[in-house]
């Protein structure tokens, strides 16, 4: 949601640099955390997946705090690592989920995703033409606590025991 809209965010905050900036810095926290979900997701599933989700929701919740100060291109950082780990640590809890039918499970979630995406974009565009800008790091946040609550109450079915 906010992803989608982040120029005119980043337009609104004036933190000092430009949009390429903060989504070339987001694009280096999203390599780290891809590195990340591939360290954890076999050993730490969960843990991995509730941690990033929770990261991304108070980078958010930040965002709208610190819009006016550079703190937001370093959380552009974090929040890359999140957007970087968190769909990693989704895929590989779907197919843990199914592992006899690993290709429906792929199939199912990057519907989802995309399901995802386009729902955030809209849900942005409405946010940002009835609220303004400011409304974009209040209600992404919102979604992604929904997210921490979904994943935390998905033990025993979306995480292998294990974790």
């Given amino acids: 949601m906010l992803y989608t809209y982040i120029a005119p965010f ?18 280096l926290g999203a390599m780290g955390g891809v590195w990340i979900a591939g360290a954890t997701a076999d050993r730490r ?5 509730l941690s990033l989700l929770t990261v991304a929701t108070l980078c958010l919740v930040s965002f709208g705090l610190f819009a006016h100060s550079t703190v937001a291109v ?3 950082f974090l929040w890359g690592g999140t957007h970087g780990g968190i769909p990693t640590l989704m895929q590989t ?13 792929n199939s199912l979630w990057a519907t989802g995703w995309n399901i995802g995406m386009a729902g955030g974009s809209l849900l942005g565009g409405v946010a940002l033409t009835g609220a303004g800008t400011g409304a974009l790091s209040w209600t992404a946040p919102a979604l992604l606590a929904a997210a921490v609550l979904m994943a935390a109450l998905a033990r025993r079915n979306g995480f292998p025991p294990a974790d």
Avoid: Y
Wanted: charge should be negative; proline fraction near 8%.
């Fill in 10 to 27: 980043v337009q609104r905050a004036e933190p000092g640099v430009g949009t390429g900036t903060v989504l070339f810095v987001f694009g």
């Fill in 45 to 49: 599933l969960r843990t991995a997946t």
């Fill in 74 to 76: 370093l959380l552009g």
């Fill in 93 to 105: 809890a779907g197919v843990g989920a199914a592992p006899q039918d690993p290709d429906t499970a």
